[in-house]
């Protein structure tokens, strides 16, 4: 019997330790890998022009101290700051809902998988936004109040025939570009969200659940709060590959880079293996993601 869920909130601690700690250790294995890449190039000498610059020392010990504190710590402010968003906006917009059959994701609803995902992408959007016009603009303003602009544009005018912005023209620029960071950014990043959360979904119902079902397996903890005990890796790893597979056909296509499925599927199955995998054994160690569901 399928059974439709509604996660109405996430439980910010458990979430935030959670997603700290697995891109934190996915963070080490990806400096790892850099580092034997390192390794290889500076044995084999494949780049003579770096000389005697030890590659190990100077790039491989810093990103393997970087990589993976960067990560958890990235992840903390990212992971607390969006399981707020999600938990403001689903009285407002829904939550997400899924349709489970004895812990199998057999479905998941279109509208509101895609909705509140592609609102919480645009309001990350509106901040990088306002972060990014928090620097450009007052370079422009900058730019337009040095003296010597104006005399370095009328003698570039003067030396080639052609005509340089002038320093009004480039203020104007600079607003320009301002309102499009803050308002034309989360707007694209909201259409483009949920498109592509749409597509997902669509997929994911259509076609890979005809091969591999993601599998969730919740304990209930009081009434409405659950915690998700365990990820059975493999169906989860392969049912998410086959929808980005999915989904790098439709980008290879507009890209014209056709191997972008064959990237897509290699790319998440492992990454989504080795997540579900750091999940499993972590859980039991600091304590699984809560969750209240109806």
Same mark, same amino acid.
């Given at each position: 019997m399928v059974d439709t869920k509604e996660i109405k909130s996430?439980?910010?601690?458990p979430f935030t330790r959670m997603?700290?700690?697995?891109? &934190?250790?996915?963070?080490?294995v990806a400096a790892i890998v850099m580092l034997f890449v390192i390794m290889i190039v500076q044995v084999t000498g494949v780049v003579p022009q770096l000389g005697h610059f030890n590659l190990i020392t100077g790039l491989g010990v810093p990103i393997i101290i970087l990589f993976p504190?960067?990560?958890?710590?990235?992840?903390?402010?990212?992971?607390?700051?969006?399981?707020?968003?999600?938990n403001l906006l689903v009285p407002k917009l829904g939550g997400i809902k899924l349709e489970l059959e004895n812990n199998e994701l057999v479905k998941i609803p279109v509208i509101s998988f895609s909705l509140i995902l592609a609102a919480i992408g645009s309001i990350w959007a509106f901040v990088i936004g306002l972060i990014l016009s928090a620097v450009v603009s007052p370079l422009f303003s900058l730019i337009t109040s040095i003296p010597a602009s104006? +005399?370095?544009?009328? +003698?570039f005018t003067n030396a080639t025939g052609a005509t340089m912005p002038t320093g009004a023209e480039v203020g104007a620029a600079g607003l320009m570009l301002s309102l499009v960071l803050i308002i034309g950014l989360p707007i694209l990043a909201f259409v483009a969200g949920f498109i592509r959360n749409a597509l997902f979904a669509i997929f994911y119902?259509?076609?890979?659940?005809?091969?591999?079902?993601?599998?969730?397996?919740?304990?209930?903890?009081t009434e409405d709060l659950q915690?998700?005990?365990h990820i059975p890796v493999l169906p989860t790893a392969l049912s998410v590959a086959i929808v980005y597979a999915?989904?790098?056909?439709?980008? &290879?296509?507009?890209?014209? +880079?056709?191997?972008?499925?064959?990237?897509?599927?290699v790319f998440y199955?492992?990454?989504?293996?080795?997540?579900?995998?750091?999940? +499993?054994?972590?859980?039991?160690?600091? &304590?699984?993601?809560?969750?209240?569901?109806?």
């Open positions: 996430l439980k910010l601690t997603s700290a700690s697995i891109y &934190g250790i996915l963070g080490l504190i960067g990560a958890f710590f990235i992840t903390i402010a990212t992971s607390f700051f969006s399981a707020i968003l999600y104006s +005399n370095i544009t009328a +003698n119902n259509y076609i890979a659940t005809k091969v591999s079902k993601i599998k969730l397996e919740f304990t209930q903890i915690k998700l005990k999915l989904l790098g056909i439709i980008s &290879g296509i507009l890209s014209k +880079n056709y191997t972008d499925f064959i990237t897509n599927f199955f492992i990454g989504i293996a080795l997540t579900a995998f750091l999940y +499993n054994y972590l859980s039991p160690k600091i &304590g699984s993601i809560k969750l209240n569901i109806e």
